[in-house]
């Protein structure tokens, strides 16, 4: 046996070693999903408007603050 055929012989080992390290290991989930044409649709119709029930709640006190402060104004440059 030549030293270059047990260089080559050990090389093998350690790569079918390090390859079964590697045996349960999967790639990372792909981030993009497949949706029809249709739910997409429903998707970009969606977008234009406010769902979120705290956002509507936090709005829905702007409005009534807003609506209190108007009380007290008092336009003195209106003829």
Known sequence: MKINDIDEEINMESTHENDKTFENETSAPSPMVQISLKEYDKLKEKQHFITDKDL????????????????????????
């Open 56 to 79: 509507i709640a936090c709005i829905d006190k702007i409005e009534e603050l807003v609506r209190a402060i108007r009380k007290h104004i008092v336009r003195s440059d209106i003829e």
